[in-house]
């Protein structure tokens, strides 16, 4: 179809540019496969002094997930296009050297396109082809660099809620909000979450557990209580621009030595801390990374996050956010994934989703034992995964290491 065509998508894209810079002509170099939107890179064959030799443009593959830029329904592929939009304009505005995203050029509301600064190949391995590499020394480098250029992120966009929501809100409607604890990325509420959806969130949650046969400690309801108060519905002084999708850590390039986040359309206002812990919550779960490389990773992204949260240099403080934050994950896997792994196991990724279920509950569980906090939740999770220890074979429940510690001393569990 033409409006698939690369050629016609730079037509489109160089018609957009002409609207703020004056007369732009681009052609098709490159096209990049994807699934939710088609990439390009495009040359500029004729534009006005100034502008950059290539271009990256972003449009909504209709064919994948219908685009309706008037509705709040989903799926809907135009609240992922506006979600980078808003972000890559937002980003673009606030100070930062180097810059946190690519530079927004131009969009087209009509044409759900997007152009965007071309970050180019990037120098040398992103985070996760390190990940998948053979050198554990470099993989640790761009693990602690990530880490860190997540806190940037979180730090930059502290007391900025109002300015995003702005743009945003220019583009059109965001998409209606699943239920709690249904949503991997779900944006802070930041209005009371009604008593009926919590109490729907408790039984789900009890649901769970009965369906491999025990009960979660007394207590669990009360603290998905105020999980659901500090994380989901209003995180305060932590509410900070989050990217979203974290499942893996492709979403970073190095360019001209300096690191830069592209990719924005899961990204909206949520609890930093969310996506504060990686090593433990997310990319740790998808393969492991060794716990010796979790310090410095922790170090680099606190120091960042204190540019704009001071509290996060005082331990107590750090801490019960970060398992309140925690404990919003393991509510969420134990209420939306848990269901699906205990009826049937299947490849996600580069693991299985029964393996990523026993690693997401772990994290947890340890994340509360080391800090005495969240403890009926905790004992729970721990429960649980000794539960799904007896339930589940050995191959469903065991987590490789990421292909480049696999060798590491000390790495010996698989």
């Not at 540019?17 to 496969?33: P, T």
């Not at 939710?36 to 994948?64: M, Q, Y």
């Not at 860190?148 to 583009?171: C, D, K, N, S």
Request: proline residues 7%; glycine residues 10%; hydrophobic residues 35%.
């Amino acid at each position: 179809m033409e409006r698939h065509n690369p050629h016609f998508i730079a037509k489109i894209a160089g018609q957009t540019l002409s609207e703020r810079f004056g007369e732009v002509r681009l052609d098709a170099e490159k096209a990049f496969s994807t699934w939710g939107s088609i990439v390009i890179r495009c040359r500029l064959l004729d534009g006005p002094a100034g502008l950059p030799r290539t271009f990256i443009v972003k449009k909504v593959n209709e064919d994948a997930i219908g685009y309706d830029p008037n509705s709040a329904e989903t799926p809907n592929s135009a609240h992922w296009i506006f979600n980078d939009w808003a972000a890559t304009k937002f980003l673009s505005e606030i100070p930062s050297d180097p810059p946190l995203g690519p530079f927004f050029y131009g969009g087209s509301r009509e044409h759900g396109l997007i152009v965007l600064e071309d970050l180019g190949d990037g120098d040398g391995p992103n985070t996760a082809e390190a990940l998948g590499g053979n050198d554990p020394a470099l993989a640790e480098q761009l693990l602690i660099e990530h880490a860190a250029l997540i806190g940037r992120l979180h730090a930059a966009t502290i007391g900025r809620f109002e300015q995003y929501r702005q743009l945003r809100g220019e583009l059109g409607p965001e998409p209606i909000p699943q239920r709690i604890y249904q949503d991997p990325w779900s944006n802070a509420r930041l209005r009371p979450i009604t008593r009926s959806e919590i109490d729907d969130a408790i039984i789900t949650y009890h649901e769970s557990f009965g369906a491999v046969g025990i009960r979660p400690q007394s207590g669990v309801d009360e603290e998905i209580e105020l999980v659901t108060a500090a994380v989901e519905e209003n995180p305060g002084p932590l509410l900070a621009y989050c990217k979203g999708d974290q499942n893996g850590a492709g979403d970073y390039i190095r360019q001209g030595g300096k690191p830069r986040l592209f990719d924005f359309g899961s990204g909206g206002f949520r609890h930093a801390l969310i996506e504060g812990a990686p090593w433990r919550m997310t990319w740790g779960c998808m393969q492991r990374i060794p716990n010796n490389c979790w310090p410095a990773m922790e170090r680099a992204y606190r120091s960042r996050l204190t540019c704009g949260y001071v509290d996060a240099i005082d331990d107590v403080r750090f801490y019960r956010s970060l398992v309140e934050a925690g404990a919003r994950w393991n509510i969420f896997h134990i209420n939306h994934r848990l269901p699906d792994a205990i009826k049937s196991d299947r490849q996600r990724g580069p693991t299985t989703l029964r393996q990523q279920v026993v690693a997401w509950i772990e994290a947890f569980a340890e994340l509360s034992e080391e800090h005495g906090q969240m403890q009926a939740l905790g004992k729970s999770a721990r429960a649980l995964w000794k539960r799904l220890h007896d339930f589940w074979p050995t191959e469903s429940r065991n987590m490789p290491y990421y292909p480049a510690f696999r060798d590491s001393a000390g790495n010996t569990r698989i």
